[in-house]
């Protein structure tokens, strides 16, 4: 197949486009440079000129503080680029993997969030997801995938950023009242391509599987890193922020299931990869 993947400047996009390269198929990268999904125009040349059957998009406005301060960009390209890619695919029947987020989510209940849980967002991040979520929904052949707390090669991150803080000796301070699952990009990645491959269309949930708070994985990134650090477990509040943030982001995976996909490794073990490869 052809497959066109937006966002390959990103840490997931790369992933994405390897994974899928791997596997014997025609790849077209897209980043800001050749199709800004902001500019109608763009979308519409790329997209004519190559003909993709499946575009796997993963191209986002991501910074969720910068968001509250700028929500009219993050919607531009979370909602508008959104609708430019899902027009050419309703017209054309083309299918559409779209990458949302667990910020959907108030983070409300006592369990994990299930596919099907009311939406709740309570940052402009979350709800410029949900609504391109609301505009997938109208095509025939569409995936929408969940995942949180991303990591992966090539790309700035919480672990990243915990590592190089840790290696200059600065005392860290780590939210630990909000709990989550971190993600791999290269185990996500695999899971995208083989719903590439399939017409098990819908909801799905991805995460590593496991969980923890920001602090667990903070200390779990140290000591596989072997660094001495000085972590300190601070409240959200404390920290502070434009953006509030879920204090659950745990995500159920019946949808995975239902379909037959493997679900993806345990955390730790992906942070260990990652740690490794780094």
């Known amino acids: ?44 040349r790329m997209l004519l000129s190559e003909e993709p059957d499946v575009i796997v998009h993963c191209a986002a406005y991501t910074n969720v503080e910068h968001a509250e301060e700028e929500p009219s960009l993050c919607r531009m390209a979370n909602v508008q680029g959104t609708a430019h890619i899902a027009k050419y695919c309703k017209r054309q029947g083309r299918k559409l993997l779209y990458i949302s987020t667990d910020y ?79 993600t791999y990009t290269d185990d996500l990645a695999a899971l995208l391509a083989d719903m590439a491959e399939s017409e098990e269309y819908g909801v799905y949930h991805a995460t590593n599987e496991g969980e923890c708070t920001w602090y667990e994985l903070a200390r779990e990134t140290v000591r596989l890193a072997g660094i001495d650090a000085e972590i300190t477990p601070i409240s959200a509040a404390a920290y502070g922020g434009k953006a509030k943030r879920p204090s659950d982001s745990r995500l159920a995976k019946h949808a995975l299931d239902r379909a037959g996909f493997r679900r993806l490794p345990d955390w730790k073990d992906a942070l260990k990869r990652y740690i490794q490869y780094l």
């Open 1 to 44: 197949m052809k497959i066109l993947v937006t966002g390959c400047g990103g840490q997931l996009g790369r992933a994405v486009a390897e994974e899928l390269q791997s596997r014997g198929h025609t790849v077209v990268r897209t980043d800001r440079k050749n199709m800004d999904i902001t500019d109608r125009e763009a979308v519409e």
């Open 104 to 182: 959907v989510f108030g983070g409300e209940g006592d369990g994990p969030h299930g596919e099907d849980d009311k939406a709740s967002p309570i940052n402009v991040y979350g709800q410029s997801k949900y609504d391109g979520e609301q505009i997938v929904r109208t095509l025939d052949r569409y995936f929408i995938v969940r995942t949180s707390w991303v990591f992966g090669k090539g790309g700035n991150n919480f672990v990243t950023a915990i590592l190089r803080r840790a290696r200059q000796g600065q005392a860290l301070q780590v939210v630990d009242d909000q709990i989550g699952s971190p």
